[in-house]
């Protein structure tokens, strides 16, 4: 909405830019689509006692609170439906905060301020942060990892300044649902429910700590497929990249290394799965995804990709919608009217892309660095996971040399056993180097579970064919689906 950049020195009241920036708040509040409405009469009454609690330097009352002081205007009450209207309204107008969440609806902030100030016990500048003690470790710890115990946000918490609003742990727990529902504070995701994260939070926000070189360098070549958000209107704002990285990280589990969370300054590193991490980070205009394998990009299932794809890109249509509604922008229905989608691999160490309307059209492109570059998989970002059968001009796998090397994973052997159904399976089992007796036997044991019955099947040869010092490969598996002539299943499994 506005292009001026304003430099205040904040430890200065009489600072002359201060009042520019408070004519220019006001101009946007004059811009707002509520600015000049009238409010109704009923809602008087109820509007000047919570005006009157502000003035006396009431910060945060309860629901019930608010409902006691409605039935006691008598005549002039509002109904319970009315008075919630009244409390949504006012939150849209900034008023107060109200948020009607399960977890969040027993208590208004009449002075939204006060959220503000509580904020500044962790999120601050260091220059305002305490010379030494407890309070200054929290604060260099949450600083370098992202990381912020529970305990320790209490203790923060504790001190004179935050007292007057945090007077008990209920309302303690109420503000931290509030920052979690803001995307302040994360809750990292679960690897299972025996995991201790919920007694920690992260905050992506004030991690300062960039992404180490040893991180950024495992994303190479042969192991790694990219996607990137191109904004069309300018830079990426730090605000958009938290709450994307915010977003990612309640997705899927972040990734410890060295017993540390993998959270930096506008980037973080996931866990897509136990071979594939996810690793985002945000420069300049645009936001950069890599899918990367630990052995292959060959290996990268489509349907991952294209999961992880659709994942991030919902997080950043909503995010982007917040912020343009928040702004009174009108509401984009074509996404591509914000961000241009890109989709590459890596290149003598940089990212090289190509729109991604350009790569569904070819088959190859040429980066700046001279080199060709297939688009086969760079395109898994957008895989039709319901597509049943292949182009006419597939040429299948049989070209594709180091792929046919590689060991299958868990993951392909069920793509691969929902392509064949039951029918195709005796014959592709038994050109796998199976016996009958092998194939009866699954079948007595998995009789009323054929999915079973072929997966464990595909796992029983992988094993005896380990065992017996021979590589389970693509390459096995391409020649028994070719003497099936189903050899195009394995470019349908991923």
Known sequence: MYDKVFFINATNASDLVIGRLTDTLVDIAYQQSTWGQQMPIVWVPLDLQISDMRADGVKLITKEKVLDINRSNKEFSLSEKRVEDFLLVQNSIGKILYFDEPALRDFIVIQPSAMVNILRAFITDRMFWPKKGLLRDILEKLSATGVLQKTDLFTLW???????LLGNDRIKDYVV??????????????YNEMDTAADLFLVPCIVTSNIPRKI??????????????????????????????????????????????????????????????????????????????????ELISPDLATTTQECLTLALERILQFYHRAICKQNFQIMSDLFEIEVGEICNGETCLIPLLDAQKRKHWSCKNGKKHETKYPLN????????????????????????????????????????GIGDFYNFFIHLGMTKTDYDNLNFRYFSNPMDMMLMGMFQWRD????????????????ALKAIGRQHYLCQGG
């Not at 649902?177 to 679960?190: F, G, T, Y």
């Not at 796998?397 to 993951?411: G, Y």
């Not at 005896?464 to 020649?479: H, M, R, V, W, Y």
């Open 158 to 164: 504790s001190q004179r300044a935050f007292k007057e």
């Open 177 to 190: 649902q509030v920052l979690l529902h803001l995307d302040i504070l994360v809750e990292p995701k679960r």
């Open 216 to 297: 950024q360098i495992a994303a190479t070549d042969d192991k790694t497929i990219c996607i990137a958000y191109h904004l069309k209107e300018t830079v990426v704002p730090s605000a958009l990249s938290f709450k994307l990285i915010g977003a990612a990280i309640c997705i899927w589990p972040l990734k410890k290394v060295d017993s540390r969370f993998c959270l930096y300054f506008q980037a973080a590193v996931m866990d897509a799965d136990s071979e594939n991490i996810i690793h985002i980070h945000v420069e300049g205009q645009r936001i950069y995804a890599y899918l990367i394998n630990d052995k292959s990009k």
């Open 381 to 420: 970002w957008v895989f039709d996971k319901n597509k049943e059968h292949c182009d006419p001009n597939c040429e299948g796998l049989e070209k594709e040399t180091k792929t046919l090397l590689l060991k299958p994973t868990d993951q392909h052997f069920v793509h691969l056993t929902k392509y064949l």
């Open 464 to 479: 005896k064919t380990e065992s017996d010092q021979s590589p389970a490969t693509f390459g096995k598996l391409l020649e």
